[in-house]
């Protein structure tokens, strides 16, 4: 895979992550309070960027949380980890992934650091939602993709940011088939919370012809309603879908963004809907010009 990258002009990054859900964090604070642990870490990372020929790394290290200590000493093992890189790999470039609430120290800390920041604008909505909606709203919401973009430009350049869009959705069941239904809150008897790839819910439309395909135009999100008979209730999804993208890019275009990054890669399949919005906005643009003149 990533000799056909290569063939092709892409530089590839592997993505180290620390996921810790857990009350206090443990894992994430065991690692961060640990210079042995991380000299480890950054060893064994380095060892396989070199077997597997990459031209850089992605850290996701989650949740670093708001606490200006814990966001201190990250953004130290961030700067530790960028000195070892380049002095092994002098081209290389470091990503990392960034919580659109992370906070000002954090943030800022970050930018002598890494090339670009990956904000993960998206899961606005989630699986604890009382009210179905875009997961990634761009606008006219109280939390948005572009008041936490802006807030971000308070503390990094533009040209340090990646925009992270989603390509997936969310399946609730919910209370009627109206637009942002209010979600069942008995999950047993009316099923769980189900996420949903941009192909998957392509797919049931394409099975179910019957259910129509709407848009949101306020907040900006494909989504539809559907009666389920094993669970005796509406379900809603809503999913990101071409439209609500494209809106998206151009944002990130409008705002001199660095770009966007996808969560995930793959997650629309066999369509190419998703592909050809991407490869419009930014590999091959059509702009429309006005061409005037006057004589005086």
């Not at 964090?25 to 950054?42: G, Y």
């Not at 060892?47 to 290290?61: H, W």
């Amino acid at each position: 895979v990533t000799n056909a990258a290569h063939d092709q002009g892409v530089r590839v990054v592997p993505t180290f992550q620390l996921f810790d859900s857990a009350t206090g964090a443990p894992r994430m604070t065991a690692f961060l309070d640990s210079t042995a642990n991380q000299d480890r870490f950054i060893a064994e990372a380095l060892e396989l960027m070199a077997t597997r020929k990459a031209d850089g790394a992605s850290l996701d290290f989650e949740p670093v949380g708001a606490v200006n200590a814990r966001a201190d000493k990250y953004v130290a093992f961030v700067a530790r980890f960028r000195a070892a890189m380049l002095a092994r790999f002098p081209d290389s470039t470091l990503v990392n992934a960034t919580s659109a609430g992370a906070n000002q120290a954090t943030v800022q800390g970050l930018v002598p650091h890494v090339d670009r920041q990956m904000i993960m604008t998206y899961n606005y909505r989630w699986t604890g939602s009382t009210r179905t909606g875009a997961i990634a709203p761009l606008d006219n919401t109280t939390r948005t993709v572009k008041i936490h973009i802006a807030r971000m430009l308070q503390w990094a350049p533009a040209g340090r940011i990646l925009m992270g869009v989603p390509y997936y959705g969310y399946d609730w069941p919910v209370t009627s088939a109206v637009p942002n239904a209010t979600v069942q809150s008995d999950k047993t008897t009316y099923g769980a919370v189900k996420s949903v790839s941009y192909a998957s819910a392509r797919d049931y439309l394409a099975a179910h012809p019957e259910v129509v395909r709407q848009y949101d135009t306020l907040e900006g999100s494909g989504f539809y309603t559907y009666w389920s008979t094993a669970n005796g209730t509406y379900r809603q999804v809503y999913f990101e879908e071409e439209r609500s993208l494209a809106d998206k890019y151009d944002y990130v275009i409008a705002t001199g963004l660095a770009g966007v990054g996808i969560w995930t890669l793959g997650n629309d399949a066999r369509y190419t809907e998703l592909g050809d919005v991407l490869r419009s906005k930014f590999y091959a643009p059509v702009r429309r010009i006005s061409v005037g003149g006057r004589i005086a």
